[in-house]
């Protein structure tokens, strides 16, 4: 690296409005980069359903990221907090009618997606969404600064936090110090792990896997600085995609849209409301007090495309074309 060398940032925006929970930035992560033995508990990407405890459970009550700029010491998830891996028995369940999962019920109480799809809230007013969560390449990574091995760095050219397996020296103090719980321990081969942000993929011109793979056209991908690009104009210019718990201090550069779209509380004699069925306080827990402003401008540029008003901030949500939310990326290798 010479002294000439862009510093440039990378950056994801989440549309929770379109996430379906469909799981397939899951599936092309866990299949891409963590399918050997040892690793079955790690998701570089996961989608969790909220209101809920998250994976690994409660993960973020565990500590780290900083505090007033000083490190705050954290916990490393145990094994029953990520779920202890087990074979589910399909056909027992779905065809015999058998309770029995192929391991005893005592051995299973937590796993990815344990509590999909429950939320909070009483009937008829329950509510839920879906959560995706992957490192955050932050600004100030609290795994780079926690690693004595210097085996984490942060990369100028396009800001992803990057650790160097023959470098590390098995400490876990990168899995105890990330407050989003997303590094990992391979215990294995006594090595941590983490999302790379898919480099090889973008070195070679292509979206990583997780936005490619995006059925509903949910995430966008691209430089902070690239005024062209959508994440651009969604976090600097409309100011409506907040980072996900920003008071770790680390810095996040994964970015969500929050849910404005939805149902209406529902009053004793079935009629809609006024008020928004997922509480506006709740939203604020989760992204900030910005994400009232957030909701005001996503909700008023809505109402002028339901008055048939142009918007060019509903046109980049709604992403017409796919390429529109990669920035420089292309979706897959040209044939």
């Known amino acids: 690296m010479t002294s000439s060398t862009r510093h440039r940032q990378m950056a994801f925006v ?21 399918t050997a033995p040892g690793l079955e508990a790690a998701y570089w990407m996961n989608v969790e359903t909220v209101p809920g405890r998250g994976y690994p459970r409660d993960w973020a009550g565990r500590g780290g990221g900083f505090d007033k700029g000083r490190p705050k010491p954290g916990r490393e998830p145990t094994p029953e907090e990520y779920g202890i891996p087990f074979e589910f028995d399909y056909s027992a369940r779905l065809f015999s009618g058998k309770r029995d999962r192929g391991r005893p019920r005592a051995a299973a109480d937590w796993a990815p997606n344990w509590e999909e799809d429950q939320g909070a809230g ?63 321990f391979d215990a294995a081969k006594a090595k941590a792990h983490k999302c790379h942000g898919c480099f090889p993929r973008l070195e070679a011109g292509l979206a990583p896997a997780c936005v490619a793979q995006c059925t509903g056209r949910a995430m966008h991908v691209g430089f902070l600085d690239d005024g062209a690009a959508s994440v651009h104009k969604l976090v600097r210019q409309w100011g409506v995609a907040l980072p996900l718990m920003d008071g770790f201090g680390t810095g996040p550069n994964v970015f969500y849209i929050p849910p404005f779209i939805g149902p209406a509380v529902e009053g ?36 002028k495309r339901g008055r048939g008003e142009p918007s060019e901030l509903m046109d980049l949500l709604i992403g017409r074309d796919a390429r529109a939310l990669l920035g420089h990326l292309q979706p897959h290798p040209s044939r």
Request: aromatic share 8%; proline share 8%.
């Open 122 to 184: 009483a009937y008829p007013n329950t509510y839920f969404f879906y959560l995706p969560r992957m490192c955050n390449h932050c600004d100030r990574p609290a795994c780079a600064e926690a690693c004595e091995a210097g085996a984490i760095r942060k990369r100028p050219e396009d800001g992803l936090v990057l650790l160097d397996p023959d470098r590390c020296d098995g400490s876990r103090a990168c899995v105890a110090a990330c407050p989003y719980a997303k590094t990992f």
């Open 14 to 34: 989440i549309d929770l409005n379109k996430c379906i929970g469909c799981q397939g930035c899951t599936i092309a992560c866990k299949r891409l980069w963590t």
């Open 268 to 303: 004793p004699d079935g009629t809609a409301g006024a008020a928004a069925r997922i509480p506006d306080n709740y939203l604020a827990s989760l992204f900030g007090p910005d994400v009232r402003t957030a909701l005001r401008v996503l909700r008023a540029e809505r109402r």
